[in-house]
C-alpha cells in the first residue's frame, strides 16, 4: 500500500513539475515576444499566454507521443532480432542434435552390428554357432534396422563386466588378454571405450586375421588411453574408410594405428 501510494505521489510529482515547466516557457516567450515585438494584436497577454501554452503542451505531447512510438519500434525490432538470433540457435542446435544422433547410430551400426555379425558368421563357419545366441543377436540387429536406433538399455554394468561379455562373444575363436583400470567409471567414457574396443577386435580379426589380441583400458586422469595388439598381419594401406571415420568422431582424430616389430597391429586411442 505504501508502495502504490509513492508511486502515485511519485507521478504527481513528475506531471506538476511538466506543467510547471511548459507554464514558465510560454510565460518568457510572451514576454519576450512583447519585448521585441511590442504588444500583439488581438491577444491580450492572458490569452496570448494561454494560446502558446496549450500549443506548447500539445507540440510536447506529440513529441513525447512520436518519441515513445519511434522507442517502441525500436525495442520492437530488438525483440525481433533477439528471437530470429535464438531460433538460428535452435535451429543449429536440433541440426547438432540430429547429426550426433546419426553419427551415433552409424558408429553402433559399424562397430557393435557388424562385430556381432562377424562374431555369427565365424561360428556359423565353424559349426560351432549356437543357435539361441545367433537367433537373439539377428533380432537385435533386426530391430534396429527397422526402427533406426538402438533400443538396448544403456549398459551400467562396471567397465570390466561389459568388456568380459564382448570378450566372451569370440570364445574359442581368437584368445583375448585384458588389462583393465576399473576406475573407469563414467557411462559416456565407457560407452565409448567399449565402442572402440568392439571396432578394434572387429578390424584385426577381419583385416588383420589375428588370433590373439590383447586390451589395454588406461585411466590417465584427464582422459582414457585404449590399446589393441594383435598377432595379425599389420596394418593395411588404402583408403581410409568407415573405421577411420568412427575413430575420428570418438576421439578427436586423436588415434593411431602402426605395424609393431615381432608382426601385427598396435591400435591406440584416447578419449
Known amino acids: 500500500m505504501a508502495a502504490r501510494s509513492l508511486r502515485i505521489t511519485s507521478a504527481g510529482v513528475a506531471w506538476l513539475s511538466y506543467i510547471t515547466v511548459h507554464i514558465f516557457l510560454a ?3 510572451v514576454a519576450v515576444s512583447k519585448q521585441l515585438f511590442g504588444d500583439l494584436q488581438g491577444f491580450t497577454d492572458t490569452s496570448a499566454f ?16 512520436v518519441a515513445g512510438a519511434l522507442a517502441t519500434r525500436n525495442e520492437m525490432r530488438k525483440q525481433l532480432q533477439k528471437l530470429t538470433e535464438k531460433l538460428g540457435i535452435d535451429t543449429q542446435v536440433m541440426k547438432a542434435r540430429a547429426q550426433l544422433t546419426k553419427r551415433e547410430i552409424a558408429n553402433y551400426l559399424h562397430s ?17 554357432a549356437n543357435l539361441d545366441m545367433v537367433s537373439e543377436e539377428l533380432t537385435a540387429i ?11 538399455p544403456l549398459d551400467r554394468r562396471p567397465i570390466r563386466a561389459q568388456l568380459n561379455s564382448l570378450i566372451a562373444r569370440w570364445n574359442g575363436f581368437i584368445q583375448i588378454d585384458l588389462e583393465c583400470d576399473e576406475s573407469v567409471s563414467d557411462q559416456n567414457n565407457v560407452k565409448q571405450i567399449i565402442l572402440v574396443v568392439t571396432e578394434g577386435l572387429s578390424n584385426a ?33 588404402g583408403t581410409p574408410g568407415l573405421g577411420t571415420r568412427f575413430f575420428d568422431s570418438v ?14 597391429s598396435k591400435l591406440v586411442v584416447r578419449l
Open 112 to 128: 557393435d552390428v557388424q562385430n556381432k555379425l562377424l562374431s555369427i558368421a565365424i561360428r556359423v563357419e565353424s559349426g560351432k
Open 27 to 29: 510565460a518568457i516567450i
Open 142 to 152: 533386426q530391430r534396429l534396422l527397422n526402427t533406426g536406433t538402438p533400443l538396448e
Open 205 to 237: 580379426v577381419r583385416h588383420g586375421l589375428a588370433s590373439k589380441v590383447a586390451i589395454s583400458v588406461k585411466n590417465l586422469g584427464e582422459g582414457v588411453l585404449v590399446e589393441l595388439r594383435d598377432n595379425g598381419i599389420g596394418p593395411r594401406s
Open 50 to 65: 494561454l494560446v502558446l501554452f496549450i500549443w506548447i503542451l500539445q507540440t510536447g505531447y506529440m513529441t513525447s507521443f
Open 251 to 264: 576421439s578427436g582424430s586423436n588415434w593411431s594405428i602402426t605395424q609393431v616389430e615381432d608382426g601385427g
